[in-house]
T-cell receptor
Framework: EDQVTQSPEALRLQEGESSSLNCSYT??????LFWYRQDPGKGPEFLFT???AGEEKEKERLKATLTKKESFLHITAPKPEDSATYLC?????????????FGKGTKLTVNP | SAVISQKPSRDICQRGTSLTIQCQVD?????MFWYRQQPGQSLTLIAT?????????ESGFVIDKFPISRPNLTFSTLTVSNMSPEDSSIYLC???????????????FGPGTRLTVL
């Protein structure tokens, strides 16, 4: 069964305190790993897609990396506006069609 | 990126009633998706709606409970039928960029509809 596990469930940082979020996955056929940001009361906002082990992508204070079993979302010198829930999803093929399987997310709080 | 709107943004409904959620996209897309996000749970795919064909439902979801319409390439509706408190959730519409002429493989989400069933 395709599974995505995110850790920690919640993370509280001080402004400027760098850290990483983890997304581990067990899938039969990975067709891409996605990171999303979700603010309260809003839909997920697309951040990154990673396709192969060793790939890295950056956007402002965020950097996503991918290995064969997990992905990390590194947050460098976070600011309070980075507070959100970060979702990881894998794109897999099931029953002849492609779908996204999501983790439960990591709720990040950055205190000023 | 695609701009997706949903109506209503939230609603409070009585047990046994039905609610239809609308999803409008600002560009033509082949594939549209409906997700459910329950408190403390991950986003779960309900069904995939392709224009011109019947929706494809995921395990645990049935057409009688969640009928879907897809009349054209920019619009879809999801109905939550005969509601119970267990249906209280956020319902999200999504489109796949690969079918809309965008950069391959991004998936965009609407703002969601927060449903509370009493």
């Amino acid at each position: 069964e395709d599974q995505v596990t995110q850790s920690p469930e919640a993370l509280r940082l001080q402004e400027g305190e760098s850290s990483s979020l983890n997304c581990s996955y067990t899938v039969s056929g990975l067709r891409g790993l996605f990171w999303y940001r979700q603010d309260p009361g809003k839909g997920p906002e697309f951040l990154f897609t990673l396709y192969s082990a060793g790939e890295e992508k950056e956007k402002e204070r965020l950097k996503a990396t991918l290995t064969k079993k997990e992905s990390f979302l590194h947050i460098t010198a976070p600011k309070p506006e980075d507070s959100a829930t970060y979702l990881c999803a894998v794109r897999v093929t099931q029953g002849g069609s492609e779908k996204l399987v999501f983790g439960k997310g990591t709720k990040l709080t950055v205190n000023p | 990126s695609a701009v997706i709107s949903q109506k209503p943004s939230r609603d409070i409904c009585q047990r046994g009633t039905s609610l239809t959620i609308q999803c409008q996209v600002d560009s033509q897309v082949t594939m549209m998706f409906w997700y459910r996000q329950q408190p403390g749970q991950s986003l779960t795919l309900i069904a995939t709606a392709n224009q011109g064909s019947e929706a494809t439902y995921e395990s645990g979801f049935v057409i009688d409970k969640f009928p879907i319409s897809r009349p054209n390439l920019t619009f879809s509706t999801l109905t939550v039928s005969n509601m119970s408190p267990e249906d209280s959730s956020i319902y999200l519409c999504s489109v796949d960029s690969a079918s809309g002429g965008f950069d391959y493989n991004e998936q965009f989400f609407g703002p969601g509809t927060r449903l509370t069933v009493l």
